[in-house]
Structures are given as C-alpha cells and as structure tokens.
C-alpha cells in the first residue's frame, strides 16, 4: 500500500492506495483530518493508525509514504511519524524529486510541493494547457502549458480568510455558513453577507481566469480543488472539472516516478 499525505494550512488529507504490478495504484480509503502544528508524532501516529483500524486496514500494509507539505515545522513529525509507526521513511515532494514537470519561473524552490503536485495530476488527467484553482486556506492558480510546463499563476486570499476578515473587522455583522444563496438582491443582513461573500469571491475567480484563459487560449481547460471547489465551480463561468482528489493523484503519480528508488524492500 501507498500512503499519501496532502498537508495543508487548515486541513491534512490522507489517501491510501492499493499498489498494482503494472498499473496505476487504486486509491482505497480517503480521510480529511485539521493540520495541527503542536502535535507530537506519537499523537499524529496513533491518530494514523486509529483512522486504519475503523476501516479495518493494517497499518503494515504500507510499504511506502510520500508526503507534500506546506507546513514546514510538521515536516520532521510525520518523517518520526512514518519511521515509528509505519516503518517506512517518507518521500517529500521536495527540489531533487522526480516530477516530470519542468517549472519555468524565476525561483523555482519557493513554489509550494501542493502547487507542482496539483499541476502534475492537471496535466496526466486533462492535458494542457490547464489551470488549477485550489480552493483552500489560500486560493491558488496554477498554470500549465501545452506541452506540461508549470508557468507560474497566482495566489489570493481563501474564501474562508476574507470572511473571518469581515467578521472580524466589523463588530455588526455576525458570522454566517458562506453557502450560495438563494437570490442575488438580500433584503437581511444574512443574506447580503452570503451573497457579498459568494458572488464577490465568484467575481474573483473568474476575474483572474479570464485573463488568464485569454493568455493561453480558449482551449484551455480550468479544474477546481481543495474544500471548497464544488461551492465555488457551481457559479463559475470557467471552471469545467472539479476534482476533489486531484492532489492525491498527484502524490500517486510522482510516487510512481520515483518508485524504484524508494519502495521499502521486504525484510
């Protein structure tokens, strides 16, 4: 088995795959789990090896760990947390790995290892040219071009950020779930936050798409993940494909390009 762990911000998310002489390892279980930075690795592996035994899976059955992280501190824990528990020293999507994905920008090492994992699955699953809006604590937008270069793209704030933000900031207005509402004119508070909320941050991802889409052409496909991409995918004007999964394939994929160097040998 292969575990692959997506470390972000907010949220850590877990995908075991059933490795297959021959072809693509099938993902078997999937968790979704907070990102806390003071857990030690004792509490993070047994947190692990709990989330196994409710879906009736062993731990030992994972022969290779391949981790992209954008929390450097937690990054020593899960390396303690795949020596201790699993046995097995963990692959970090890191400068040196083998990708398959040349990155063409002015500093290469500081791209986040989510953003060259997600580009990877973009490009393997839909081809290119491609972008990816990754809908998390950050809103990134990853650019691949026609032939599987990573161009660069952006970075806005998350959904979540600007709204925390308003509430915050102005002692009237209460905190609501950012959901699609139901109308486009509020005649609440409720709903003119929602709908401020929903439809700005719309305005947002399509504002930056257009002039994206517009660089690389019109043949250009636009995938959405992260927690909040089918929210956000179901008013956007350009956004075709939503994945949930896309970053977990993108940890498989890199895994199996660089799996004869790394796979734990029996004994």
Same mark, same amino acid.
């Given at each position: 088995?292969?575990? =692959? ?19 693509? +390892?099938?993902?078997? +279980?999937?968790?979704?789990? #907070? ?37 450097? %501190? ?17 692959? !970090?999507?890191?400068? /040196?790995?083998?990708?398959?994905? %040349?990155?063409?920008? &002015?500093?290469?090492?500081? @791209? $986040? ?9 973009? !490009? ?14 950050? #809103? ?9 270069? !990573?161009?660069?793209?952006?970075? =806005?704030? $998350?959904?979540?950020?600007?709204? &925390? ?5 102005? =002692?009237?207005?209460?905190?609501? &779930? ?21 439809? $700005?941050?719309?305005?947002? @991802? ?8 517009? &660089? ?17 995918? $179901?008013?956007?004007? !350009?956004? #075709? ?8 394939? /993108? ?17």
């Amino acid at each position: 088995m292969l575990l =692959a762990l997506d470390v972000g911000n907010t949220n850590t998310v877990l995908g075991l795959f059933k490795l297959n002489e021959g072809a693509p +390892a099938e993902l078997i +279980a999937d968790w979704r789990i #907070t990102t806390t930075r003071s857990q030690t690795a004792d509490e993070y592996g047994i947190l692990f090896r709990n989330l196994f035994t409710m879906r009736g899976l062993e731990a030992a059955s994972v022969v290779c760990i391949i981790i992209s992280s954008v929390v450097p %501190p937690l990054d020593s824990v899960l390396r303690a947390v795949g020596e201790r528990y699993f046995h097995v020293k963990p692959i !970090f999507v890191e400068p /040196g790995i083998k990708t398959g994905l %040349p990155v063409h920008v &002015d500093h290469p090492n500081e @791209v $986040g290892a989510d953003r060259i994992v997600n580009s990877v699955a973009a !490009f393997e699953k839909f081809g290119g040219p491609c972008i990816v809006v990754d809908l998390g604590t950050a #809103t990134t937008f990853d650019v691949v071009s026609k032939r599987g270069e !990573f161009l660069g793209g952006a970075i =806005a704030p $998350g959904l979540g950020i600007s709204a &925390d933000a308003l509430f915050s900031r102005a =002692a009237r207005l209460t905190r609501v &779930d950012v959901r699609r509402p139901a109308k486009v004119i509020g005649s609440n508070t409720t709903d003119n936050i929602q709908i401020g909320l929903y439809y $700005g941050y719309i305005g947002l @991802v399509d504002g930056i798409l257009e002039k994206m889409v517009a &660089d690389l052409g019109p043949e250009t496909k636009c995938v959405a993940t992260g927690g909040l991409a089918t929210l956000i995918a $179901g008013g956007s004007k !350009f956004i #075709t494909e939503v994945d949930d999964m896309l970053t977990l394939d /993108g940890l498989r994929i890199i895994y199996e390009r660089n799996a004869e160097h790394h796979r734990k040998r029996p004994g």
